[in-house]
């Protein structure tokens, strides 16, 4: 078999080649009289609490495919990176693992050298939860000086639902709303946030009487990359802008989200109000 050959015992190859660049000591295991480098695979079978028989057979190939609570245990003795995680999983059972969501209040300088960057088209990056992180200049011109806000309270369902301004600049402000609810269902359950969703939820079914309705309507929001949207701003007038969303890569608990203006007219509003400030 050449190296360009198919391997038809891939996940046995994949968790061969993991354990073998593990080191025994580092676990409490003796690395005397070792014929190979590495764990063996009795010790990857006793640290992932599952039968040694049926970790050998799974290196070679046999006994059908493993549940997902064998893989994620096998990922934990072999303390894979989450992206390793994801790619055991896609061999074993030919789809990535359920979201585990993991908050992190915080973004890299890179991230926000990419926000800046798109001047004069705001763009923000936001949770699964819809927490606004981060944002560049035109960001806090046409939609809201996030930076005068206490972290908790850079929401966006919290201001679409709660603050009147969301409302006026809005042209049809239920039809936004019911979609934007929609997507941010999506979003938090489909990076596994639907635990930390809860308290934004019950907090704005309390003082929402048309959130509480809407979210027991239990609609969720078809995909939503692109579009056209136009809002009413308070002090540059109309402003017509594409609105993108992409993924932020190799972190499944925050989007990039860029409007980008429609016209150069458009732009030219942005981009006065940017320099008078």
Not at 150 to 169: E, K, M
Not at 237 to 257: H, Q
Request: hydrophobic fraction near 40%; charge should be neutral.
């Amino acid at each position: 078999m050449t190296e360009f050959s198919s391997d038809e015992n891939a996940l046995g190859t994949y968790l061969k080649d993991r354990r073998m660049k593990l080191d025994p000591t580092a676990f409490g295991f003796s690395p005397e009289r070792r014929r190979t480098p590495g764990l063996r695979r009795e010790e990857v079978a006793q640290r992932a609490n599952i039968s040694a028989t049926w970790y050998t057979w799974l290196e070679q190939g046999r006994g059908g495919a493993p549940s997902a609570d064998v893989l994620d245990r096998i990922a934990r003795a072999l303390m894979l990176t989450d992206i390793e995680r994801e790619h055991l999983f896609l061999l074993g059972l030919g789809r990535p693992p359920e979201a585990r969501y993991q908050k992190n209040g915080a973004i890299t300088p890179r991230l926000q050298r990419v926000l800046d960057a798109l001047d004069p088209s705001p763009a923000i990056i936001r949770t699964a939860t819809w927490d606004v992180l981060a944002w560049n200049r035109a960001a806090t011109v046409l939609l809201m000086d996030y930076g005068s806000l206490p972290p908790d309270q850079r929401n966006i369902l919290r201001f679409l639902f709660l603050d009147p301004r969301a409302r006026t600049a809005q042209y049809d402000w239920e039809s936004v709303a019911r979609f934007a609810l929609g997507a941010f269902r999506l979003d938090a359950v489909r990076a596994g946030a639907a635990v930390e969703m809860g308290p934004l939820v019950e907090e704005l079914c309390r003082q929402s009487p048309e959130f509480k309705e809407m979210w027991r309507d239990n609609e969720v929001s078809g995909t939503y990359g692109e579009a056209i949207k136009h809002i009413r701003h308070p002090v540059l007038g109309p402003i017509a802008f594409e609105f993108s969303v992409f993924a932020v890569d190799g972190r499944t608990d925050l989007t990039m989200v860029v409007y980008n203006p429609a016209t150069r007219e458009d732009s030219g509003k942005i981009r006065a109000a940017m320099e008078s400030r």
